[in-house]
T-cell receptor, first 112, second 115 residues
Framework: KQEVTQIPAALSVPEGENLVLNCSFT??????LQWFRQDPGKGLTSLLL?????REQTSGRLNASLDKSSGRSTLYIAASQPGDSATYLC???????????FGAGTRLFVKA | DAGITQSPRHKVTETGTPVTLRCHQT?????MYWYRQDPGHGLRLIHY???????DKGEVSDGYSVSRSKTEDFLLTLESATSSQTSVYFC??????????????FGPGTRLTVT
């Protein structure tokens, strides 16, 4: 059974710091991995999607990497800002199916 | 932002009453999903639809039913609400199944409290 774990559950950093959020999954048979951002009381906003054949994706200050063999993905945020404060979730889609498995998220707080 | 709305946005209901949540999309995407989000559990799939009148169960479908009579609308019904169904419910859409290369787009959520 696929399980997705995100560590740490919460993280507080000063503004300007570069940071890494971690996501691990137990079954390497995934089709893709997606990182989302969720603001309090809001829905999920897609940040980056990495296909299983890809190693990384970049968007602005965000870079996501994928290592299927080790069951890991990281989301790198450069020069963090208070506006980056949110919960970040990763989700893996199972090959050939309709199932997307979500991690519980990392709650990030960037202090001004 | 993808055109997805959910109604109601907030609802308080009593145990044993029926509840219907609505998801409406303007993107003409074929696939629609209902998730629930609970602290410590992430999002879990309740039901999904792969076309009009075509639906199937997800991992936490007990106590829920769905219907899709039009491409743009996907309804989630709690036949007899229980306190364990207190949660935040999210609708999502995608152009292709979530197990392929297409992103899922999420609605704003419905906060349901069952007293």
């Amino acid at each position: 059974k696929q399980e997705v774990t995100q560590i740490p559950a919460a993280l507080s950093v000063p503004e300007g710091e570069n940071l890494v959020l971690n996501c691990s999954f137990t079954d390497s048979a995934i089709y893709n991995l997606q990182w989302f951002r969720q603001d309090p009381g809001k829905g999920l906003t897609s940040l980056l999607l990495i296909q299983s054949s890809q190693r990384e994706q970049t968007s602005g200050r965000l870079n996501a990497s994928l290592d299927k063999s080790s069951g890991r993905s990281t989301l790198y945020i450069a020069a963090s800002q208070p506006g980056d404060s949110a919960t970040y979730l990763c989700a893996v889609s199972v090959t050939g199916g309709f199932k997307t498995i979500f991690g519980a998220g990392t709650r990030l707080f960037v202090k001004a | 932002d993808a055109g997805i709305t959910q109604s109601p946005r907030h609802k308080v209901t009593e145990t044993g009453t029926p509840v219907t949540l609505r998801c409406h999309q303007t993107e003409n995407h074929r696939y629609m999903y209902w998730y629930r989000q609970d602290p410590g559990h992430g999002l879990r799939l309740i039901h999904y639809s792969y076309g009009v009148k075509d639906t199937d169960k997800g991992e936490v479908s007990d106590g829920y039913s769905v219907s899709r009579s039009k491409t743009e609308d996907f309804l989630l019904t709690l036949e007899s609400a229980t306190s364990s169904q207190t949660s935040v419910y999210f609708c999502a859409i995608s152009e292709a199944p979530s197990g392929t290369g297409y992103e899922q787009y999420f609605g704003p959520g419905t906060r349901l409290t069952v007293t």
